[in-house]
């Protein structure tokens, strides 16, 4: 399985970003997605997760309201819509695959893990 995440830059605040992550393989569809990033100097931290139909999400008090986690299982993406955008929100974006049962809120759920795209929220 590998994870391919894109999509980030340089913003300014209050600004837009979406994020995508494309998986590869056949069996996308049946496994919960999340999005976690890790700032500089700081441990990786939950953003948002996924369920495999799409039917529940969920997200950490610091982005619920701002961002929206989505998927197309037609086309093995995920997607992370990024708006009302904060300094804070500035970090490296990972996006990962669910491999272990547990909590979507923790990392140690998750098995696979893209390489990461840096989203920087400045003026």
């Known amino acids: 399985v590998q994870l391919q995440a894109s999509g980030g830059g340089l913003v300014q605040p209050g600004g837009s970003l979406r994020l995508s992550c494309a998986a590869s393989?056949?069996?996308?569809?049946?496994?919960?997605m999340g999005w976690f990033r890790q700032a500089p100097g700081k441990e990786r931290e939950f953003v948002a997760a996924?369920?495999?139909?799409?039917?529940?999400?969920y997200y950490s008090d610091s982005v619920k309201g701002r961002f929206t986690i989505s998927r197309d299982n037609a086309k093995n993406t995920v997607y992370l819509q990024m708006n009302s955008l904060k300094p804070e929100d500035t970090a490296v974006y990972y996006c990962?695959?669910?491999?272990?049962?547990?909590?979507?809120?923790?990392?140690?759920?998750?098995?696979?893990w893209g390489q990461g795209t840096l989203v920087t929220v400045s003026s």
């Open positions: 990962a695959r669910q491999s272990y049962s547990g909590s979507l809120y923790y990392i140690t759920t998750y098995g696979y």
């Open positions: 393989g056949r069996t996308f569809s049946i496994y919960d």
């Open positions: 996924i369920t495999w139909s799409g039917g529940s999400t």
